[in-house]
Every structure is written in C-alpha cells, then in structure tokens.
C-alpha cells in the first residue's frame, strides 16, 4: 500500500512537471492553459449547476437524462485522450518503459497521473451535481458518493486501457489514418439524434431519450446512474457491479500495459519506398512532380484525409437536415447545397498550402527562379486536390439530387461546386503566401498549428472562407435560387479566379520566399 502512494505521487509530480515545463517561456502556451482552466472551471460549475437542476425534475426523466449523461461523459473520457496522443507525454505507455517499474506500478502511477489536472476535477463537480440531482433519499445520497467515485475511477481506467491498448497502432500512420476515420464517424454519429428527431422518426423528445435510457441501461455508467437514483439494496447490488466492471478493467488494462512494456515500436522501423502508381499518367516536368507529391499527401497525411472525410460526410449530414423542419430546402436547391458546401470545406484546406512541406520546403525555393516557377508549384497543387476532389464531388451531387427527386439536378450541383472549389484554390493560394503558418510535427491529427500561431491559423483560414464567399456569391446564389442555367458559368469563372490567384500568390510568394519558408518551419 505504501509502495503504491509512493509511486501515485511520484506521478504526480512529474505530471505536474511536465505541466509546468512546458508553460515555461512560451507566452502563447500559457495563455493557452489560462483559458483552459478557465473552460475546465466553466464545464465543472455548469455540470454541477445543471446535474443538480435533475432534482426539480420528475424522477423517471431525471433517471433517464442521468443515464445517457453517464454514458456520454464516459465516451468523452474514452475519445478524448485519443485526440491528445502524441501530446500529452504520460498517455503513451512507451515513454515510461525505461522506468525500473512493474506493469502494476506503472498502472498505479498512470492513473494518478490521469486523475492531475483541472479536467478530472471538473468530471467530479459533474457527478457530485449528479448524486444530489438523483438521489431521492439519504441512503441514496450515501451509495451516490460511492457510485460517483466509482462511475470517475471507470472513466480514467477506460481511457488508459484505450490508450494502452492502442498505443502501438496510433505511433504509425495507419493508425492514425484509422483515428481520424473514427473520430469523424463518431462526430457525425452526434448529428444522428438530432436527424432522427427532425425527421420525426424518435417521437417526442421524452420518448427520445426513454429509448436512448434503455440502450444504455446495463452499461456500467448507467448503472453507477441508476444506482444513485435507487438508494436501496438494488442500488447496492448495482454499485457492487460497477466495481466488479471497474476491477475486470483495470486487470485488462495491465495485462495491455505488460504487453506494450515488452513488446517492440513497430513505428521505428524502416517502410519500404515504392514508386508513384501515377508517373505514367502525370504530366512530365515540375508540374507532374509536385502533382505526385501532393497526391502522396492526400493518401498518406492524417490530417489532411481527416479534413477530406469531414468535409464529406459533413455535406452528407447536411443532406438531411436542410430537407427537415418547415423551413427545409426543397427543389434544386436541395441538391446544389450540399455539394457546395462540400467544395468549399475541401476548398478551405489550400488555405495553408506550404505549411505541410514544413522545413522541406527549402528544396523547392532553392530552385525556384522566378515566380513562374511557384506559379507551376500552385498549378500542381490544384491539380492534385481536382483530381481527388471532382470525383467526390460528383457523386456527392448526384447523391444530393437523387436526395431531392431529380436526378438532372446532379449537373448544376455538379458544376456549382467544381466552381467553388476553384474559387476556394484560387483565394487560398493567396492566404497560403500572405499568413502561413507550421503544422506541428506530432503523431497527432487533430493539431493544426504550432504554438504561438493559432491567430495566424484562425486568421487564415477566416481569411479564405470570407474571400471565398465574397468571390463564389455571384456564381452559387442564382443557382441556388433556381436559376440553374447559371451553372454553366461556373468552371469558366472558377478557372478565372483560381488562375488570377495563382498569379498574384507566386508573385507576392516568390518576393518573400525566405519569410515563407521561416513561417511554416518553426520548432513545433
């Protein structure tokens, strides 16, 4: 027991080292935590406030919300630490081997390490809001406490069993492939109750969350819930379940964590290098090399096929919930929406260009002689997302118009969004040269900036989506009106504006290339 404290608060310690090592000399990443304890202690005082709320509400609403609260507060904890690895040194198990630590220790320290910092803190203030908004009587109020504690240590074991478990498979770029795919289906899989209410198929909302009570009902969290609520010898029976759950956890934990102790970084090994399956199909010269290297970022970079993901699946979600309510589109409408809204959000990734080049970026200024040159680099860029992009967009408009009743509707969404697109390439070849910034090298693909350019970042893309707007207005707003005619307008227009962008990029980029390169290759 004594070995146990001491290696909890060892942990501890170097948590909170870390913690204050990397506040130390970065303005920027201090403000950063500022406003993090800041949201923390928002989320705890407004978890606490609203769980306590449940008290003024009948007893079977308030144990069903109670419920699927638990069940989601244990999600967020299972999702979260994924989005940080890479991150935050104390997720990944390989960065403690070398302490002389058995598996067990190594547990005891991780989840003390888990249960530092303002986040767990505010989880608590969220369930002792919980035990006074559920339980209906003192005995009740004594089991909540209990199965608070419980429902808090279920929360950090399954997050560090996730992680654990995981760990070897999110250090490659598979994995985090694999991690950008789930975390963008479960981001949409949010937008699902909200759908299936609009559309009318979950009834009321009280029937709603009944049905979503019941899915969750014999999950450890909803029965850490239920158990409040009870305050009797069922609740008892159900927190002995919850600390049964919590025990068989921890062991699948540690066997995960021995396992990752002893077992080799696949990460660290060499890959092999196999020549692009394109070059017989590209263009010769630089235009042809830069279209291969692009097409290898978009198949092999995380971040970016997240940013492609997202942007599909956000216009299929938009697909139903524009056709929902009394207000809904209707009409071609229907259909030319989702596409452009789909082109404008792959559109808006051309906003940082060269910033995922980072310090490689040097080869190609070095023999850049001209700014016909950097002309040619944004011309291959554009290529490559035209080549990706216009396919998924035509399937997206015929989906969207098959959606609406019409096929036909598919070509003016068609047409609209490849328009957008080259809008959206044109404006941000301009932002790529004016406000660049570095992607952080981590293995990570939910970070878009190095500290201390987040402005720029938010700058840059504001940036693009504003001119973008400003710029495919004329083209998308009598189409999406029903003039649909218009439509054929929109490549010629988009062509014209994509290629004066590129004009005016490579000649404001190619007069401050040492700037550019310094902006998109600082320490990250």
């Known amino acids: 027991m004594r070995e146990g404290i001491v290696v909890a608060w060892l942990f501890v310690r170097l948590k909170l080292r870390l913690i204050a090592g990397n506040l130390r000399g970065d303005t920027m990443r201090q403000v950063g935590f500022v406003f ?64 002389p630590l058995t598996a067990r220790q190594m547990a005891v320290g991780m989840f003390a390490a888990s249960a530092t910092g303002p986040w767990p803190l505010a989880t608590l203030f969220f369930l002792v809001g919980a035990v006074v908004g559920l339980s209906r009587s003192v005995t009740g109020l004594l089991i909540g406490l209990v199965a608070a504690v419980l429902q808090a240590a279920f929360c950090l074991v399954a997050s ?28 949409l899989l949010t937008q699902v109750p909200n759908l299936l209410l609009n559309q009318g198929f979950g009834g009321v909302p009280r029937e709603f969350l009944s049905s979503l009570a019941s899915v969750v009902r014999w999950g450890p969290p909803a029965m850490a819930a239920h158990a409040i609520a009870d305050g009797g010898l069922y609740g ?59 097409l290898k970022y978009l198949r092999r970079e995380p971040r970016g096929r997240m940013g492609w993901m997202a942007a599909i699946g956000f216009a299929g979600i938009l697909m139903f919930s524009l056709s929902s309510g009394p207000g809904g589109l209707s009409g071609s409408a229907l259909a030319v929406a989702p596409a452009c809204i789909g082109a404008l959000m792959i559109g808006l990734q051309a906003a940082n260009a060269f910033g995922i080049d980072g310090r490689a970026l040097w080869m190609n200024a070095i023999v850049y002689s001209s700014a016909r040159d950097l002309r040619t680099d944004f011309a291959g860029r554009h290529l490559a997302v035209g080549l990706v992009a216009v396919p998924l967009l035509a399937v997206l408009s015929v989906a969207a118009a098959l959606f609406a009743g019409h096929l036909p509707w598919a070509l ?103 700037d550019l390169l310094g902006a998109v290759s600082r320490p990250a």
């Open 36 to 99: 993090t304890l800041i949201a923390a202690v928002s989320v705890a005082l407004g978890g606490l406030l609203l769980m306590s709320l449940l008290r003024l509400a009948p007893a079977d609403l308030a144990l069903d919300a109670g419920m699927v609260l638990f069940t989601v507060l244990t999600l967020i904890w299972v999702i979260g630490p994924l989005l940080v690895f890479g991150v935050d040194e104390t997720l990944d198990p390989a960065r403690l081997t070398l302490f």
């Open 412 to 514: 003016p969404a068609l047409l609209s969004s490849t328009g957008l697109l080259l809008v959206a390439l044109g404006v941000g070849a301009v932002t790529s040269v004016i406000l660049p910034y570095t992607y952080p090298e981590r293995i990570n693909a939910f970070t878009s900036a190095a500290p201390g350019q987040g402005g720029v970042a938010f700058a840059g893309s504001f940036g693009a989506m504003l001119g973008t707007t400003v710029l495919a207005l004329p083209l998308v707003l009598p189409v999406f009106l029903g003039l649909s005619w218009i439509a054929v307008l929109g490549i010629p227009y988009g062509l014209a504006v994509c290629y004066g962008g590129r004009r005016l990029a490579a000649t404001i980029g190619y007069a401050r290339l040492p």
């Open 236 to 294: 008892l029976a159900e927190v002995a379940a919850v600390a049964a759950a919590v025990l068989v956890l921890t062991w699948a934990w540690i066997a995960a964590l021995r396992k990752a102790m002893v077992t080799a970084d696949s990460s660290t090994q060499l890959g092999s290098v196999r020549r692009s399956r394109f070059d017989g199909l590209l263009p010769a010269g630089p235009l042809g090399a830069v279209v291969a290297k692009e």
């Open 160 to 187: 560090r069993a996730v992680t654990t478990a995981l760990s070897r498979l999110l250090r490659t770029r598979r994995g985090r492939d694999l991690l950008a795919v789930g975390v963008v289906f479960v981001i």
